[in-house]
């Protein structure tokens, strides 16, 4: 195979010391052999990579001890597998890595100034909360064939990343998940009839000229908006005093205006305000009455502190009274993500909406404003409740989302939709999947349905790239492996499959063979990882990122991406 190259520019190969580390994290991989009845899930044990050879004993001595831990759990309850699983990512998570960490702190200390110029420097180096889910590593297929997470359409990292390069910062390194900025791009992808469907492409990794990466294309069925059902909408909008801002409420109430002028006649509107307490300002109103909605909506004022959990209880009362069965039913939270009063842990916020997800109340959230920002709760508050996450930063990102993205994706046709590759030892050495940290699901979990995942709506995509080292006598008609999906069908509540055999053939030796599909996904991947600094990502230079991105610029919105990367590259 010849060597991976980008069209305009070869990437370098990566230097001597990130060969080393690669061999480090590919050996803690290996440190247990395979159960006769089920493999090890050696990747649920990742954890941060460093990109410092002396401290690759230490993650590899954490990886073993946690692959111990998994295969000798024979007989165990799955309560007591999870927790020593979960225990030994997060003591893997404690140990991060000195380079990854540094790197974190150098994006934190350049925030001098601030987005901002009228809050405190050290108010935005401490109030924006941001989660470090670390980087995977490779892992011997030999050791765990099977690679499986959860589908997720969340967009919001993409676009708080953009936020802060345009405001002359790098991005923290650990508010950047991969899988959020390739995702942010469409991609010409065949759409089924009803459901999902699946599709595979590959080419030369800009990161290593010895792998391959396969990138993996899920299309969710599209719906017309004239065929829809009727929709019911319950915004909770923050109006704290946090939000006293045009960038912020003043976004927010442009945004939910756009919504309201794209929804039919029979959809209905109700709005619910929280600050120190939850206030209704609309009962659900139908939308045939829009000026009265846009009247409320307008007199939206900021004053107070953040009763989150006030806010969620509230909407999701009114939610539950404008339910409308067989319908859409939805909240649309939309604030800083602060909250300093009544509740304010993440996940116990989260628990208290799992039941009407459950139910089919599903929850889009909507993040706003950087000084104060806390990405954690609007993350985790979207997929407790089977929902996305999206970020707003100015008035055309509003238009795009609540103009056209969240109208069309409305109706959802995938709940708990999750994926499952198992690669080929015989084809495949090695293998990492890039992105999707915090969207792990145990190999054994793909088919249990109590085990929750993620939701797709009309017209939705999820993009994910592998990077494979192949053995060296791995033949273009040998067997890869295969991708499997599984989701929930919303109407008739039955569980569907379907798969997708891979081939070494997909693998298309030159880069400029590839399709366009593909050059966009792994540049954008290329950049996401440089930002979080992936100790895969070593050799990769912006320079040759921004012209393979100038040559995409034709497509959509992949002159935003141009933009950052410009931005970026001045910043290094």
Avoid at 43 to 52: K, L
Avoid at 73 to 92: I, T, Y
Avoid at 388 to 403: H, I, M, P, Q
Wanted: proline share 3%; charged share 25%; with cysteine.
């Amino acid at each position: 195979m010849s060597s991976p190259r980008f069209v305009h520019h070869p990437f370098p190969q990566r230097a001597a010391i990130g060969i080393l580390l690669s061999l480090f994290v590919m050996l803690a991989a290996c440190g247990s052999s395979n159960d006769d009845n089920e493999a090890t899930d050696a990747e649920e044990s990742f954890n941060d990579v460093d990109t410092a050879s002396d401290s690759s004993d230490s993650i590899t001595d954490d990886a073993g001890d946690a692959m111990e831990q998994d295969s000798s759990s024979d007989g165990d309850g799955e309560a007591a597998l999870m927790e020593r699983e979960e225990e030994a990512v997060d003591d893997a998570m404690a140990d991060a890595p000195e380079a990854v960490s540094a790197a974190s702190r150098v994006a934190e200390d350049s925030v001098a100034g601030g987005f901002f110029d009228s809050e405190p420097e050290a108010e935005l180096k401490e109030s924006n909360t941001f989660e470090d889910y670390g980087v995977r590593p490779f892992v011997e297929t030999d050791v765990d064939p099977k690679s499986t997470f959860a589908l997720d359409v969340d967009t919001g990292s993409f676009t708080v990343g953009k936020q802060w390069l345009e405001n002359g910062e790098l991005p923290p390194a650990e508010s950047v998940r991969v899988e959020e900025y390739v995702n942010s791009f469409d991609y010409d992808y065949p759409a089924p009839n009803d459901g999902l469907s699946v599709v595979a492409e590959g080419g030369p990794s800009p990161f290593d000229a010895n792998n391959v990466l396969v990138r993996l294309g899920v299309q969710a069925e599209q719906v017309a908006n004239e065929e829809r059902p009727e929709a019911a909408l319950t915004f909770i909008v923050d109006t704290s005093g946090s939000m006293d801002r045009h960038d912020r409420l003043g976004l927010v109430k442009d945004s939910l205006t756009t919504l309201v002028r794209e929804l039919d006649r029979d959809d209905s509107v109700a709005i619910v305000t929280y600050s120190n307490n939850a206030e209704v300002i609309l009962e659900p109103t139908s939308v045939g009455r829009s000026d009265e909605i846009v009247a409320a909506i307008e007199s939206l004022q900021p004053d107070g502190s953040t009763n989150l959990e006030a806010g969620l209880f509230r909407g999701y009362d009114l939610a539950n009274e404008a339910f409308v069965e067989g319908g859409i039913n939805r909240v649309v939270l939309a604030s800083d993500g602060v909250a300093n009063v009544g509740l304010t842990d993440p996940d116990q916020l989260a628990e208290t909406i799992r039941g009407d997800a459950d139910k089919g109340i599903h929850l889009v959230t909507v993040g706003v404003g950087m000084g104060n920002f806390n990405d954690v709760v609007m993350e985790q508050l979207a997929d407790q409740g089977d929902g996305f996450y999206a970020y707003v930063n100015d008035r055309s990102e509003a238009d795009r989302l609540f103009g056209d993205d969240l109208l069309s994706t409305l109706l959802t046709v995938a709940i708990d939709g999750k994926i499952q590759v198992e690669f080929s030892p015989e084809a495949v050495e090695t293998y990492r999947l890039i992105g999707f940290e915090n969207r792990a699901v145990l190999d054994k979990d793909f088919r249990n349905d109590d085990v929750d995942a993620g939701e797709l709506g009309a017209g939705h995509q999820v993009t994910a790239v592998y990077e494979l080292h192949l053995h060296d006598e791995t033949r273009i008609s040998d067997y890869l492996g295969t991708a499997q999906l599984r989701w929930q069908d919303p109407g008739s509540g039955g569980v569907i499959e379907t798969r997708l055999e891979l081939s070494a053939g997909i693998i298309e030796k030159n880069w400029a063979n590839t399709s366009e599909d593909f050059r966009l996904a792994v540049t954008v991947a290329s950049f996401a990882e440089s930002l979080r600094y992936s100790p895969y990502a070593e050799s990769v230079d912006l320079e040759q990122i921004l012209a393979e991105a100038e040559a995409l610029s034709h497509r959509g919105r992949v002159n935003e991406l141009v933009d950052m990367i410009d931005q970026a590259r001045s910043l290094r």
